[in-house]
C-alpha cells in the first residue's frame, strides 16, 4: 500500500495567519483527499484534490479558506487561512489505494495536529 | 443524504467477550462500506472492507441492505483491540462520510 509522508506534524499557530500542510505519497495516485477532524469528533471531508484542476468542496469548506495545491500525482499541499481558534483540529490526507488482503480502500496520513491561539 | 451513524460513542468489553459496534448508514445507491481502526498513537488503518467480505484480526462485518447496517463483530475480543473504530460510507467518487467513531475498551 501506499506510504504518506505528512508534513508538519504539529503546529501552534497565531490566529489571522495561515499554515500550509504538505502530503507526499511514495507513489502516483489518481485520487487524493483532504480530511479534518475536530476534537473529540470524527472525521469530515474537506475537499478532493485534483490533479491539473481545481479542487472540490464539500458543503461548508471554500477555496478561499482551503486552498488546495496538486501538481502533480504525488504531491499537494492544504493551506488553512486566516485561521482562528476554531480552526484547530487534525487534518489528514488520504489517498486511494490497493491495501494487501483488503483490496482497494483509502491509506490515511499521519496527520497534522494544529492548534490556533 | 449520505450519512453514518454509530451510537455508541464507548464500549467497555471484558477480554474474551463478544464485542459488536454497530453502524447504520444511509445511502440511497449500493453502497460500499468500510471499518477503519485508530490504535493508540497510530495512525487511521483500513480493518475491512464489506466487498472483501473477509475476517481481519477476526473481525467480520456483513452487510445487511435491509436494515441499512454494517455491525463488526468479534467472538472473542483481546486487549490489543482496545482502539477507536470508525464506520465509512463512500458517498460517490472515492469520498468517504465517516461515523462518529467507537472508543473500545478491552478490560483484562
Known amino acids: 500500500s501506499a506510504v504518506i509522508s505528512q508534513k508538519p506534524s504539529r503546529d501552534i499557530c497565531q490566529r489571522g495567519t495561515s499554515l500550509t500542510i504538505q502530503c507526499q505519497v511514495d507513489?502516483?495516485?489518481?485520487?487524493m483527499f483532504w480530511y479534518r477532524q475536530q476534537p473529540g469528533q470524527s472525521l469530515t471531508l474537506i475537499a478532493t484534490a485534483n490533479q491539473g484542476s481545481e479542487a472540490t468542496y464539500e458543503s461548508g469548506f471554500v477555496i478561499d479558506k482551503f486552498p488546495i495545491s496538486r501538481p502533480n500525482l504525488t504531491f499537494s499541499t492544504l493551506t488553512v487561512s486566516n485561521m482562528s481558534p476554531e480552526d484547530s483540529s487534525i487534518y489528514l490526507c488520504?489517498?486511494?489505494?490497493?491495501?494487501?488482503?483488503?483490496?482497494?480502500?483509502?491509506?490515511f496520513g499521519s496527520g497534522t495536529r494544529l492548534t490556533v491561539v | 443524504a449520505q450519512r453514518v451513524t454509530q451510537p455508541e460513542k464507548l464500549l467497555s468489553v471484558f477480554k474474551g467477550a463478544p464485542v459488536e459496534l454497530k453502524c447504520n448508514y444511509s445511502?440511497?445507491?449500493?453502497?460500499?462500506l468500510f471499518w477503519y481502526v485508530q490504535y493508540s498513537r497510530q495512525r487511521l488503518q483500513l480493518l475491512l472492507r464489506h466487498i472483501s467480505r473477509e475476517s481481519i484480526k477476526g473481525f467480520t462485518a456483513d452487510l445487511n441492505k435491509g436494515e441499512t447496517s454494517f455491525h463488526l463483530k468479534k467472538p472473542f475480543a483481546q486487549e490489543e483491540d482496545s482502539a477507536m473504530y470508525y464506520c465509512a460510507l463512500n458517498k460517490g467518487n472515492n469520498r468517504l462520510a465517516f461515523g462518529k467513531g467507537n472508543q473500545v475498551v478491552v478490560i483484562p
Open positions: 488520504s489517498v486511494e489505494d490497493f491495501i494487501g488482503g483488503t483490496g482497494d480502500g483509502y491509506t
Open positions: 507513489s502516483q495516485v489518481t485520487m
Open positions: 445511502y440511497s445507491g449500493s453502497p460500499e
